[in-house]
C-alpha cells in the first residue's frame, strides 16, 4: 500500500507511515472527505444543469407556442387577403364580362346587311355556335378576314397558336352555315368543302352570292 502523505511504499495493514509517521486511518478519511466533497460538487452541478435544462425547455416551449400565434395570425392576414383579391378579381371578371356583353349585344347589321369590320367581329363571337340563323356577305367575309388574318398569326405561336386555331373552328363553321341560310341554302352543302379544289371553288361562289329573300332560316336584311 501507498502513504497517501508522501507517497512512500508500506506494507499491508499498516497503521502509521515509517517515513513521515502519518496515522493512515486520518488519510483514508481525507480521501473520504474529499470524494465525498467531488460527489457534492457534482451533485451540484448536475442539478445546476437540470434547472438550466428545465428553463430551456420552458423556453423552447413559450418560444414554440409564440411561433405558433404567430403562424397563426399570418395564415388568417394571408387568407383574408386571399378572399380580398379573389373578390376584386370576381368583380373585375364580372364587370368585363358585362363589358364584352354590352359589346356584342351592340352589333348592328346596316341597310341591305352590310356590317363593319368591327360589327362583323362581334357577330361572330355573338353567334358562336348559331347555326339556325342567318349571315350576310359582308358579315361572312369580314369574319373570314379576320379568322385569316389571326391564324397567319397563330401559326407563329406553337402551342398557343394551335389553341386559337381550335377556338375559331366552331365559329367559323357556325357563320359558314348561317352564310348558307343566307342564300337558301341548307347546312350539308357546307360538306362540298371536303371535295378537292371543285368543292372550294363552288363553296365561294356560294358565299359571293347576294342575300337570298325571306326563307325558313328567317327575314332578308332590309
Avoid at 472527505?33 to 423556453?59: I, L, Q, S
Avoid at 386555331?165 to 357563320?175: H, R, T, Y
Wanted: charged content about 30%; some cysteine.
Amino acid at each position: 500500500m501507498t502513504c497517501k502523505f508522501c507517497g512512500a511504499e508500506l506494507p499491508e495493514g499498516a497503521k502509521f507511515c515509517t517515513v513521515c509517521g502519518a496515522k493512515l486511518e486520518e488519510a483514508a478519511e481525507a480521501v473520504a472527505e474529499e470524494v465525498k466533497a467531488e460527489a457534492e460538487e457534482v451533485k451540484a452541478e448536475a442539478e445546476e444543469t437540470k434547472t438550466k435544462t428545465e428553463e430551456f425547455k420552458e423556453g423552447a416551449e413559450k418560444f414554440a407556442e409564440d411561433v405558433k400565434e404567430d403562424a397563426k395570425k399570418v395564415a388568417g392576414d394571408v387568407k383574408e387577403d386571399a378572399k380580398k383579391v379573389a373578390g376584386e378579381v370576381k368583380d373585375e371578371a364580372k364587370k368585363i364580362a358585362g363589358d364584352v356583353k354590352a359589346s356584342l349585344d351592340s352589333a348592328q347589321v346596316g341597310p341591305g346587311g352590310k356590317v363593319g369590320f368591327v360589327d362583323a367581329i362581334k357577330l361572330f363571337f355573338k353567334n358562336y355556335v348559331n347555326f339556325t340563323g342567318r349571315a350576310t356577305k359582308s358579315e361572312f367575309w369580314w369574319a373570314f378576314l379576320f379568322q385569316f388574318i389571326v391564324s397567319f398569326i397563330a401559326c407563329f405561336i406553337p402551342i398557343v397558336g394551335t389553341l386559337i386555331s381550335l377556338a375559331l373552328l366552331i365559329p367559323g363553321i357556325s357563320v359558314s352555315v348561317r352564310r348558307l341560310h343566307d342564300i337558301g341554302k341548307p347546312w350539308p352543302w357546307i360538306l362540298m368543302g371536303l371535295i378537292p379544289i371543285a368543292g372550294c371553288i363552288i363553296l365561294i361562289v356560294y358565299f359571293v352570292k347576294d342575300s337570298d329573300g325571306d326563307n325558313q332560316w328567317g327575314p332578308a336584311a332590309k
